[in-house]
């Protein structure tokens, strides 16, 4: 009997998974792989599952929901940048705020093993813990998440989970396309406008998280823009890199 890489991620409920489930299975010892069998009659994907990945996917479209994309915040005294590092499944998490005028009020770092595989579109189900023990007792006016917002298949990218869970604005900030049309520098998503392109050479992609509306969120991007990534973003980008590559000298 035999079965394929494919079969498995769709018995997770999203052939999506096929890469992740490629790389968990490389990694076992007592297992074979070839690259072509002949004989179709022992193939097996009669799988008993609960189709977690399905369930996953009725979440964030049930959440999705709930999201709020116009402005719900006074006045804005901080705006904060979130990234996560990896080595292996080791993830090094960065939290910097800045006041208005650009300037670094906290920086911290944490460091968790994570067990949620790495699978397009359900990235927040692996980083999510790593934010959320970052921002526990923190209060920045606005956040800054490297991932996307709305702009994502079920319009409730990893910004747009975080934002939601801790009722917070958030903003998200892509380095590459996830999905989407683009028509001059806004995104669109059938019909919808969900995001916008900053910057000609190498761009990132814009997308309201949560409890901010696009033009607000655009207009945070441009005043803390000194480089291709917001200040916030660019130095917890930093920060994580760092924290990682101290611990695996």
Known sequence: MFSTYKAVAIALGDEIAESAVKQFLDGRENR??????????CFFNKFKTTFPLKKLREEQLE?????????????????????VAY?????YGAYVEMDTECRIIKRKTVKMKVDFPYIPTYFSYREMPVLNELFKKEKPSVVMV?????LHPRQF????????????????IAKKLLCGKIDGNYIYIKGKKVGFMHGKEKPIYISV???????????????????RIPEPLRQAHMLARTARNENNL
């Open 32 to 41: 074979n792989v070839f690259s072509f069998i002949k004989d179709s009659s």
């Open 63 to 83: 959440l999705s929901r709930k999201v709020i994309t116009d402005d719900d915040f006074g006045e804005i005294e901080s705006v904060a940048g979130m990234d």
């Open 87 to 91: 080595a292996g499944d080791t993830a």
């Open 146 to 150: 490297d991932g996307n917002g709305i």
């Open 157 to 172: 990218g990893m910004a747009s989970h975080f934002g939601f869970l801790n009722s917070v604005p958030s903003i998200g």
């Open 209 to 227: 998280g949560h409890k901010i509306s696009l033009e607000s969120s655009l207009a945070l991007i441009k005043k803390f823009c000194r480089y």
